[in-house]
């Protein structure tokens, strides 16, 4: 081995690992499913690339505006929304993200850096990167438009920007799975993510509710605030424009080597991650040997629910308990209380604010759907979480409609249990939802969730995909579900939003209720043909089951 | 007449181009202790697959204890009990709670799914651990768990692949000591294994596949018989000294052909 190139070494390791990932996808194309998420990822690709030109002509509008009008200090005003974007997305709609579970490659003796560089590259094939990448070009040409002396030293402060954010990412995501990866720091980090999103979400109310009568508070606040976002990235970066604007050089590339130390402060923390993960640390549930507990011979029972048979009732006592086990998907569940809290706070009593500030009847029918919208992470992919556990379902003797029944009811009950939540909540922050309101949302809710669950359930048995609770980053939900599940929402909540708005025209709320309850029969009877079908379904896709869920 | 306990009819099951298992025809009577044997990618998981319900047959018939698989599929998997290649385990359940689950899933009422599970938490030395998340388990201790829940119900056809892979010494003999039990009280053991040497000690009959066709079936006595006299009257010289019996190893390497050319040597090692 003394005799080997390291150099040649690790660029023939890093071909060999982009020629694996494109095998990959080609061989994916051998499926009709393959070619289907296909189809799925080049629309959804689509959306993202307007999304991304849409943008870059918005912040190159705003670039251009501010470097003519003689203010490019006030880059920072285009060049913060990018840095949250980018930063947020990724954990906000992991669903999008691509990342490596670059554990697997450590039994390669692949050298650190190629490792690092692997991580960094799949780092960067992600939508955050592909938008926040478009937005910087359309800042940079807006820039040189508006002065074209600008534009070669913007595209590099820019440039520099831009990176600083994908390690800001990288480094982020390796922290955040350090931490999720185990019980503890995962529930101390959920509760510091709850209070941390409460804390961000806060501020548009708060200003709302305050801005209109405290305006010289809010200036000293934002001459107090300036100084801070000008030390952070998107103002540093903005400044470095701005110096070279004004023809102090010597100041701009003070501005660019402080970016640069920012950017070695990142390096350092994300190495210390990467270091550790490439020492070959396993992130697992229980990292130390816990003493064993002495076994208790009481006779504990399992649940028992009148009505149900033993099966359902074993499927929604294993649902139930493996929710109350996932400190992400009950941060997800917890989530429309915190927009309850975030509005009720927003509710200006000398100012019309919001949608719901205005009407706010319709906290009740927006925290619902609220409800059921984030439900839908589950009811789309009911066996992801199972792994190779679905092996376990083929094998029983047990009707795979109960158990994707026991698993609906699971999944039900928590949409009950959180739209009672929204329900107090909306009493206790606007005032009790009048009980046609009531009646109208609980209609809309028979007419929805029995829709989303007859798709989520076809969904699940057709495109499965394997869920690691242990793990943050490197979920994925399929391509498919995604941009078919985005179809079923535009649906079932544009007819919701028309009947609400036809009720609102003729001022007749129970026209609602009746429209709702007559579109709930269908979606019911829709509800039952899929789930009569679920067997049959089942048994026709068990190899894709068991394929993608043993992984 | 006894209804054998498995009975599979041109089993075939193709992959797009490749046959992976192909007019298989097995005969498994009730009672017995079965190994089913055969190289890596011979179609032993393929087959344990089909006959447990996981994967669907391309063509060919399955029965179970008389009963036809296609037909009645819930009847079939009522009487069997299944550790898959992947244990088919749920990992953010606890021990004490999986077996409890697996107990309800096939119909035991709640006290007697829980007094099961207990008790073979005991037998499995797995008891202290029962508070333990299934994900937190060795491997070892995770097959333990997936053989005990593979029994919960008194099967009356057990399907094991690999079910000593990764198990200690001491668990291995408490494992055996239990199919062996079963057995004695009427049970139906199918087992896949790579270690000859558990197979040969357990099982009275054996079938081989190699290449996804069927090479032998019959009791060990019949298989060893059938490769002496393969021997005796071909032009093989690799006959046992006088008064040695052939190991269960040699019948399974003469049976599909795996001595080692000596020519067959790698041209990098030297």
């Known amino acids: ?551 | 007449m006894d209804v054998p306990a498995i009975v599979t009819e041109g089993l075939t099951r193709r992959f797009g181009e490749l046959i992976a298992v192909e007019d298989v025809n097995l005969r498994v009577a009730a009672g017995q202790f079965f190994g089913f044997l055969g190289p890596n990618g011979a179609g032993k998981s393929t087959t344990i697959k089909m006959l447990t319900g996981l994967l669907a047959a391309t063509s060919g018939r399955i029965q179970v204890l008389g009963l036809d698989f296609a037909e009645e599929m819930v009847a079939v998997k009522q009487q069997i009990g299944v550790v898959p290649e992947g244990m088919a385990l749920f990992g953010r359940l606890t021990g004490w709670e999986y077996l409890n689950f697996v107990g309800r899933m096939y119909g035991l009422d709640r006290e007697t799914a829980a007094k099961r599970a207990a008790e073979l938490l005991e037998f499995m030395q797995l008891a202290d651990q029962q508070r333990k998340l299934v994900t937190d388990y060795s491997h070892g201790m995770q097959k333990k768990l997936a053989l005990a829940a593979a029994v919960i119900h008194g099967p009356r056809v057990l399907f094991l692949d690999e079910p000593f892979e990764g198990v200690d010494a001491i668990a291995a003999g408490t494992v055996k000591a239990m199919l062996q039990r079963m057995i004695a009280r009427g049970a139906t053991i199918f087992l896949t294994s790579h270690v000859l040497e558990i197979v040969e000690r357990l099982c009275s009959h054996v079938a081989i596949i190699h290449r996804g066709r069927l090479v032998a079936q019959g009791s060990l006595e019949e298989l060893r018989a059938g490769v002496e006299a393969q021997a005796a009257t071909g032009n093989e010289h690799q006959e046992p000294h006088a008064g040695e019996k052939l190991t269960l190893e040699e019948i399974f390497l003469r049976t599909v052909g795996g001595q080692r050319d000596a020519a067959q040597e790698l041209s990098w090692l030297g």
């Open chain 1, 1 to 551: 081995m003394a005799g080997l190139n390291v150099r040649a070494v690790a660029g023939a390791q890093l071909a060999a690992i982009a020629r694996v990932r494109w095998l990959a996808f080609v061989h994916s194309l051998r499926t009709s499913r393959g070619a289907l998420e296909l189809f799925s990822r080049i629309v959804i690709g689509g959306v993202i690339a307007m999304g991304g030109f849409g943008g870059s002509v918005l912040f190159g509008t705003g670039a251009w505006y501010f470097v003519s009008g003689g203010n490019p200090a006030w880059l920072a005003l285009v060049l913060w929304p990018v840095f949250v974007f980018w930063q947020f997305f990724p954990v906000m709609a992991s669903a999008f993200t691509e990342t490596l579970d670059s554990s697997d490659l450590l039994r390669f003796p692949l050298d650190y850096r190629a490792y690092v560089v692997v991580r960094l590259v799949y780092g960067a094939l992600d939508p955050a990167t592909l938008l926040g990448g478009l937005w910087l070009l359309g800042i940079a040409i807006g820039i040189g438009i508006a002065d074209p002396r600008l534009f070669v030293w913007s595209a590099l402060v820019l440039l520099v920007f831009g990176l600083l954010n994908l390690l800001l990412t990288q480094m982020i995501f390796a922290w955040v799975e350090r931490w999720l990866a185990q019980r503890r720091t995962r529930e101390i980090f959920a509760v510091l993510f709850f209070l941390g999103m409460i804390s961000f979400q806060l501020l548009g109310p708060m200003l709302s509710r305050y801005g209109p009568r405290s305006t010289p508070a809010l200036r000293k606040l934002g001459t107090e605030v300036s100084p801070v976002q000008s030390a952070l990235p998107p103002g540093i970066a903005a400044n470095a424009i701005a110096a070279m604007a004004d023809g102090q050089v010597e100041k701009a590339a003070a501005f660019l080597g402080l970016l640069g130390v920012f950017g070695l402060v990142f390096v350092r923390a994300l190495s210390i991650r990467l270091r550790a993960q490439y020492r070959g640390e396993n992130l697992s549930e229980a990292p130390t040997i816990q003493p064993a507990r002495a076994a208790t011979h009481a006779l504990k029972l399992g649940w028992s629910v009148p009505g149900l048979s033993g099966p359902v009732t074993a499927v929604l006592e294993k649902e139930l308990r493996y929710l109350s086990r996932s400190g992400p998907m009950l941060l997800t569940l917890i989530t429309p209380i915190i927009m309850l809290l975030i509005f009720g706070l927003g509710q200006g009593r000398s100012a019309p604010g919001g949608f719901l500030q205005r009407s706010p009847d319709m906290g009740f029918p927006v925290g619902a759907a609220y409800s059921l919208l984030l439900l839908t992470n589950l009811v789309y992919n009911n066996f992801g979480a199972d792994g190779g556990g679905i092996q376990f379902f083929l094998a029983s003797p047990v009707p795979f409609r109960k158990v994707v029944l026991g698993k609906n009811l699971a999944h039900v009950m928590v949409l009950a249990l959180e739209t009672t939540v929204v329900w107090i909540g909306v009493s206790v922050l606007f005032h009790a939802p009048t009980f046609a309101i009531t009646l109208t949302t609980l209609a809309g809710m028979l007419f929805a969730v029995p829709a989303n669950l007859a798709i989520g359930n076809l969904l699940s048995l057709h495109s499965p995909k394997r869920i690691e609770f242990g793990t943050f980053g490197r979920q994925r939900a399929s391509q498919l579900t995604v941009l078919i599940s985005f179809g079923v929402q535009i649906v079932v909540f544009g007819l919701a939003a028309t009947t609400m708005a036809l009720a609102h025209y003729y001022r007749e709320i129970w026209l609602a209720v009746v429209v709702f309850l007559l579109l709930a029969l269908l979606s019911l009877a829709g509800y039952e043909i899929v789930l009569r079908r679920v067997d049959q379904l089942a048994l026709g896709n068990r190899e894709t089951l068991t394929i993608e869920l043993c992984r």
